[in-house]
């Protein structure tokens, strides 16, 4: 047996000895394991509440009874945001985003009903997912169980020992190392095991429950690195503690909490309130299609009429009402995108100057990486109102071309005509079927932030190294 | 008092004490400032909003000045409602960063309108605001825990342990030891507490009862950390900060999520969505039933309009508007559900509050601040009253077939904030408090139970040494 695996099997000794650590361990599997069995079952039975709810909208939908086609462009439809199987090991952004989102014609609405307005504060002291346990709370377990490593030889005298017996800093440092990372994988195992389950179960596709296994891991690692390379900087064991408990306080709790109030101070968001009011200026300034002297539309008017070769409106062969729906949405829908757009804009650029941060704090790749791979970050919020924005436009002028197509002008202008057409349109509109982004897409986005918790994890090991180094140095 | 300037040269003598204290009282500060200025920016939100109205308001009358009815005016003019922060608020600024605190509406159906969201990041809120509250909760235990924890044990390491308690009035020291750090360390959280509420106006008994609770919940922390400091002679300043730092993770990050989870399962609120499918069924359908039918169920809760003219054969906006009425109507049942949901899970997050500190504490400031859960109800509650009046307003033009015109617009209603309650003192923020002055009080009277033989107290963990306190207490 090597002199690493020997150091580190006396130091396994002493950690299953310990009280707190083995407590400690037990407690977080545990709640490990009570967390992923929560997240699962919510997991599911939300997603069977939304799959419901969606069987439901689409019914009300199909069943409508004969309509004219612009009432049904205000009866509208709904979309719930489907959830990610992934979302069960980290829900990200899932609680703080709306999940109703209702689509009508000359509007675009926001997604309501998200759990964050309705729970009480208790939702703001986070939520206990699987990520939450490792991200949060096992790095404080492996500070309570590794920060006397080192530095406990140090106190008792017992390094000096092992040095003067020919055992090399380097190898010393390395076998509590191996210890530690040994008691992480310990503390890592049900998160591992869900993932598996739910990749090999075809829930999730396996390279993103890899990814997520490797970030992880990576952190994991990261801080056992962190504790056993401050333990062997310290003297005395309490100061490495408080050295590394104030690391942690910082890196964890008080960093990705602060740099969030600096973007939303930096790049502030417009409120919905402005945006509807500039909206709709700007679409009164694009013409009204109700004054037949308006520039805009009497141009479209002459452009209909060139096309069909007639003379009068009354004469088309289609309802010119429909044709000015359609092309009332399309302006409409140009500019809401494109506020909408600036809005998203705005938004990726406080995440982006967040995740510049992640050089500072480690723990902000993380983050980004496992709700990039979960697929529970804004990105993904974004291509679910980007898909529905996409439905309800296509909806939206399905409808307003039954207007022009199944009506008749003068009919339709004849205030004491009812004009309905049959509830059979209704049914040959497709479903909406949310499209999540490919794992390709996932790993491009994940890229980035996976090679910054690696230059983190490469930085510690080369300290770790130099301190290995030092170590002997300095006791001989 | 001679003690007392000799204990505090002592604590600002050693590098560690000083360095923290000085870190709770900027970061304290910051997180006042960053409220301070998180505030003032909602102000001037609201502010900058309600010239943009106007210019709207302004704009629809003038298009529709010689309006015959109030159909198209009432269809089309916005009214802007908006919660200004209290004066308070900076101290936590709670649901106030994802639910709106301006909204547009119209005298459509409410029901539709009145759950609309604000855009906000969602990732920057996921962790939650860097605000006073949070360095209440979450960071000022740290602190207590990092001065506190060694008490005793370092004393011993250096060897003064055994005269010390032997000298005369030896509990005494002690208490004066800790009280110190206790007043040290609730100064750096109270003074930019106050500086905040000397800036923004705080009414004296906000600030007050924001101090109180702040007192209290770092008296739990300061009476934990002396009741583990104190386990007698075998206590190690690292087994202290490792229970300490382990109850913390349990109080604040632990049970608290452990408690939502329960809350959120025990108590569903689905009936937000359900009410939204079931008025838009019931506004919608209104086009398939007969109009008498509708007007009678409008009739029934507006009889002041029973004896108006009856609808004429075309289109009449008083059917329009009424249908949307019944439509909200129809949920009201839904409504009260989805209500009193909201209500249960945020009564059952105050019991919590007796047992745990951290969860009290939050509640409470949240209250003082105003920015909680039934805040944003009762902005809601405002919301629905002035489109109440609103809905008065324009039936008052349309049942009687009177002509709006520029009259009409100048003598539209206008939105008022709620009023707000003043804060008080009552049993809930009592039963906060209760626990932590129990512990603190056990805190400190083991510590005065040290004793230099060294016999005392056999050595154990921290639930042993709970229970030692709590007879120590009793005798």
């Known amino acids: 047996m090597s002199v690493v695996a020997r150091i580190a099997r006396e130091e396994w000794r002493l950690l299953l000895r310990d009280r707190v650590a083995v407590s400690g361990l037990l407690l977080l599997l545990l709640l490990t394991l009570v967390a992923v069995l929560n997240a699962y079952e919510h997991q599911r039975s939300a997603s069977a509440e939304r799959a419901r709810y969606q069987a439901q909208a689409n019914r009300e939908f199909e069943t409508q009874p004969d309509r004219h086609p612009h009432r049904v462009v205000h009866f509208g439809h709904f979309l719930f945001r489907p959830l990610n199987p992934l979302a069960a090991f980290d829900p990200g952004i899932n609680a703080y985003t709306g999940n109703t989102l209702f689509l009508e014609g000359h509007r675009q609405n926001t997604a309501n009903f998200g759990d964050v307005r309705q729970s009480s504060l208790l939702l703001r002291f986070g939520q206990l997912t699987p990520a939450f346990m490792l991200q949060v709370l096992a790095p404080l377990l492996l500070i309570f169980v590794g920060h006397a490593a080192v530095a406990r030889e140090r106190e008792s005298g017992t390094l000096r020992i092992l040095l003067a017996q020919g055992v090399a800093g380097r190898q010393i440092v390395a076998g509590k190392l191996l210890a530690l990372s040994g008691f992480a994988g310990l503390a890592l195992l049900p998160a591992l095991l869900a993932l598996a389950w739910l990749a090999a179960s075809g829930r999730a596709p396996w390279p993103l429950a890899l990814l997520l296994a490797g970030a992880y ?60 009011i500039q909206v709709e200026r700007e679409y009164k300034a694009l013409g009204d299609s109700h004054n037949p002297d308006d520039p805009h539309f009497s141009a479209f008017r002459e452009r209909v009429l060139e096309k069909y070769g007639v003379e009068n409106v009354e004469d088309l062969p289609v309802n010119y009402k429909g044709l000015l729906a359609i092309e009332g949405e399309r302006l409409s829908s140009e500019l809401f995108n494109r506020y909408a757009d600036a809005l998203f804009d705005r938004q990726e650029r406080q995440n982006a100057m967040v995740d510049d941060f992640a050089w500072l704090s480690p723990a902000l790749a993380l983050r980004r990486l496992s709700m990039a791979a979960a697929g529970t970050d804004q990105a993904n919020f974004r291509r679910f109102l980007e898909q529905g924005e996409d439905y309800r436009y296509e909806l939206v002028q399905g409808l307003n071309r039954l207007q022009a197509e199944e009506l008749d002008y003068v009919d339709d202008t004849n205030p ?39 230059c983190w994890l490469a930085v510690f090991t080369v300290l770790m190294r130099l301190a290995g180094n030092r170590l002997g140095r300095v006791a001989q | 008092m001679k003690g007392f300037s000799n204990e505090l040269r002592l604590i600002l003598r050693s590098r560690l004490s000083t360095s923290a204290l000085l870190l709770l009282l900027v970061l304290a500060a910051l997180a006042v400032w960053s409220g301070l200025d998180q505030v003032a920016h909602q102000r001037q939100t609201i502010d900058r909003l309600a010239v943009l109205h106007q210019q709207d308001v302004a704009a629809v009358a003038d298009r529709y000045a010689d309006s015959a009815d109030a159909g198209s005016p009432a269809y089309y003019t916005f009214y802007n409602t908006w919660d200004p922060p209290s004066d308070t608020a900076f101290m936590a600024l709670g649901l106030r960063d994802v639910a709106p605190y301006v909204l547009r509406i119209r005298a459509l159906g409410l029901q539709a309108q009145l759950y609309d969201g604000e855009t906000f990041n969602p990732e920057l809120a996921l962790p939650g605001r860097f605000d006073f509250a949070f360095v209440l909760i979450y960071l000022a235990p740290l602190f207590a825990i990092a001065l506190l924890h060694d008490l005793v044990s370092a004393e011993r390491q250096s060897g003064r342990l055994r005269l010390l308690l032997s000298m005369p009035g030896g509990s005494r020291l002690w208490r004066r030891r800790a009280a110190l750090r206790y007043g040290l360390l609730f100064a750096c959280l109270a003074l930019p507490l106050l500086a905040g509420a000397l800036i923004s106006g705080t009414a004296p008994l906000a600030i007050a009862i924001a101090l109180v609770i702040s007192a209290s919940y770092l008296a739990f922390w300061v009476g934990l950390s002396l009741l583990i400091a104190a386990r007698g002679w075998s206590s190690v300043a690292n087994a202290n900060a490792t229970v300490l730092m382990g109850s913390w993770a349990l109080l604040t990050l632990l049970l608290p999520t452990l408690a939502n989870i329960v809350l959120s399962r025990a108590i569903p609120v689905h009936q937000g969505v359900d009410l939204m499918l079931a008025q838009r069924e019931a506004v919608h359908g209104a086009w398939e039933v007969p109009r008498e039918e509708t007007m009678r169920r409008f009739f029934e809760s507006h009889p002041e309009w029973r004896d108006t003219a009856p609808l004429p054969d075309g289109f009449h906006w008083k059917w329009y508007f009424a249908f949307h009425q019944v439509g909200d109507e129809s949920v009201a049942e839904q409504v009260r559900a989805y209500r009193a949901g ?41 919301i629905e009253a002035f489109h109440r009046e609103m809905r008065d307003f324009y039936y008052g033009y349309l049942f009687t077939d009177r002509a709006f015109g520029s009259k009409g617009f100048a003598s539209q209603p ?25 512990v603190f009080l056990f805190g400190i009277g083991r510590l005065g139970a040290l004793k230099p033989n060294g016999k005392a107290r056999p050595a154990g963990r921290a639930g042993a040494a709970l229970q030692g306190a709590t007879a120590d207490a009793a005798l």
């Not at chain 1, 009812?418 to 996932?442: G, L």
């Not at chain 2, 969860?359 to 209250?367: L, M, P, S």
């Not at chain 2, 206008?414 to 129990?438: I, K």
């Open chain 1, 217 to 276: 891991i990576g952190w994991l690692l990261l801080w056992s690195l962190l504790v056993v390379l401050v333990s062997s900087q310290f003297k005395r064991g309490r100061d490495a503690l408080l050295a590394l408990l104030a690391a942690w306080a910082v890196l964890v709790i008080l960093l990705p909490r602060w740099l969030p109030d600096l973007a939303n101070a930096n790049v502030p968001l417009p409120t919905r309130f402005e945006n509807a």
């Open chain 1, 416 to 454: 004491d005509k009812e004009n309905r057409i049959s509830h059979a349109h209704w049914q040959s509109f497709p479903e909406f079927h949310y499209r999540a982004p490919t794992v390709s897409d996932v790993m491009h986005r994940a890229l980035p932030v996976g090679l910054v918790l690696l």
């Open chain 2, 342 to 382: 909201l209500e249960a899970r945020q009564q059952w997050t105050e019991r919590l509050g007796w047992l745990l500190p951290g969860v009290g504490a939050q509640a409470v400031i949240h209250r003082v601040a105003d920015t909680d859960l039934p805040a944003q109800l009762a902005y809601r509650d405002r």
């Open chain 2, 414 to 438: 206008t939105f008022t904030p709620r009023s707000r309650e003043p804060v008080s003192f009552g049993y809930q923020e009592a039963a906060t408090l209760l626990l932590s002055w129990l």
